[in-house]
């Protein structure tokens, strides 16, 4: 994304009023936030809230937000692809095995191709200049001197958010080499494929090739292998649903027997990582419970109508509606809620033997659907460290009070992480996922009256 002075002018000029009545507003306490955010958070909230509501058409949305803002400074980036593999139908055979297995028959998908998976290693070189220019030698050998910084066996498999449709690991890069500062490792961030061109289960079998790449690199990859025990799944958004949906696909074929994966003609054993570690994850694609609404005024994403429908909804362009039409832009309405698109749907004994995960969040629309998946992981035996920022409430389940000095912690038992039981969490998220089988119904019969009257 384009973060220069101009791009950042052309912003916030036209919202200044906007942002002088916020900051006012916050500094005098009268604002409904000001309680658990700051005057730069509340600021930034209706700022970013103000932009994503300009409706634009998808493709100007994915090509504005995915642009490339270039290297330099102290991130290192080593760019790669994973090729084809030419046992690709045994990927695409495990997948359909676990969505069987995990759906109840009604739902349906389209069937991806594999494609060339791209992704980029990154690395922060310590005591690099700001503007450092990133060395002009080929690419090839970036990966070299990204491993000379490089001071742990750490390695990030992460995951961009962008709700499944817009941004890039290039908009991500100070997050992943600022991930690797932290850990002296490395992370490998994934360009999966995007919505609604390539729907749901593409990005799950890109990212299942990237795990597998990470085992057992394919010949002509620079990477040796990677054990198993020195990677973590990461990602925010939906980007964190992704690592989640990629962990309950490997926890559901081991369940079913299959120990391992032919991937480019080696067997590779089918070992579940280190652990997992998400901010903010999207787990509930339906948007369905009621902290999308209750939390609206601290989320710069506003909430959905009540029949699901994005008020931000992308102007019709050759990419969005799809044809024939679908109810959402990432999956068909009857996947909504499935295991591996709303992993908020997966009950407590989907997640046993499952490795440790570290969830964070604020007090944000997402922050139901987050605590009630961290409760059911904990009650299928799962090690949940679960950290709660902005407000008072919630896990190893703990929240940072806001503008507490020295900072406040009030610890609460997993078992009481959340207030919805179950049976009203089931119910939110089929009521959502029937609105989107009706309006992608009547989407699709229009759109095959208009095929029709175009014959005549």
């Avoid at 503007?131 to 990030?156: A, F, K």
């Avoid at 999207?282 to 008020?311: C, E």
Wanted: charged residues 20%; glycine residues 8%; contains cysteine.
């Amino acid at each position: 994304m384009d973060d220069s002075p101009t791009a950042i002018l052309r912003v916030v000029l036209p919202r200044l009023p906007l942002i002088l009545k916020t900051a006012l507003f916050n500094a005098l306490s009268l604002s409904k936030n000001s309680s658990r955010q700051d005057v730069t958070t509340e600021v930034a909230v209706v700022v970013l809230r103000s932009v994503l509501q300009v409706r634009k058409p998808m493709r100007v949305l994915q090509k504005t937000t995915s642009r490339d803002p270039g290297i330099k400074g102290p991130i290192l980036i080593a760019k790669v692809s994973v090729p084809v593999p030419k046992d690709g139908n045994v990927l695409k055979g495990l997948l359909d095995r676990a969505i069987k297995e995990l759906g109840n028959g009604s739902e349906t998908y389209t069937h991806p191709e594999l494609a060339e998976v791209q992704a980029e290693w990154t690395g922060y070189k310590v005591g690099a200049a700001k503007d450092e220019p990133r060395t002009n030698i080929p690419e090839e050998d970036h990966y070299r001197v990204l491993m000379g910084s490089v001071s742990s066996p750490t390695t990030i498999l992460y995951f961009h958010g962008g709700a499944y449709f817009l941004l890039d690991p290039a908009s991500h890069r100070k997050t992943t080499s600022y991930l690797a500062k932290l850990t002296g490792g490395r992370c490998y961030s994934v360009r999966y494929r995007l919505a609604p061109q390539y729907p749901f289960p593409a990005q799950l079998l890109d990212a299942l090739v990237s795990y597998l790449s990470l085992l057992s690199p394919p010949p002509g990859m620079s990477h040796e292998p990677v054990a198993p025990e020195n990677i973590v799944f990461a990602g925010d958004s939906a980007g964190g649903n992704l690592a989640i949906a990629l962990l309950q696909l490997l926890l559901t074929l081991r369940r079913v027997g299959v120990t391992t994966i032919k991937f480019h003609g080696v067997d590779v054993p089918l070992h579940l990582p280190a652990g997992v570690a998400v901010n903010s994850p999207w787990v509930d694609i339906g948007r369905s419970m009621p902290s999308i609404n209750n939390n609206a005024h601290f989320d710069y994403l506003d909430p959905p109508s009540a029949v699901g429908v994005s008020k931000a909804e992308p102007i019709p362009d050759d990419l969005w509606p799809t044809s024939p039409p679908r109810a959402e832009i990432f999956c068909n309405a009857s996947m909504l809620v499935h295991p591996l698109t709303s992993p908020l749907s997966a009950s407590p004994e989907l997640w046993k033997g499952m490795p440790p995960i570290f969830m964070c969040l604020g007090n944000e629309g997402l922050e139901d659907e987050i605590t009630i998946l961290a409760r059911r992981m904990h009650q299928g035996a799962g090690i949940v460290n679960f950290m709660g920022y902005e407000g008072p409430s919630s896990s190893g389940a703990v929240w940072s009070q806001a503008f507490a000095n020295p900072p406040k912690f009030r610890e609460v038992e997993m078992d009481n992480i959340g207030t919805l039981n179950d049976n009203d969490v089931a119910e939110s998220m089929k009521k959502r996922q029937n609105y989107g089988i009706e309006r992608e119904r009547e989407a699709v019969k229009n759109w095959n009256e208009q095929r029709s009257r175009a014959k005549l």
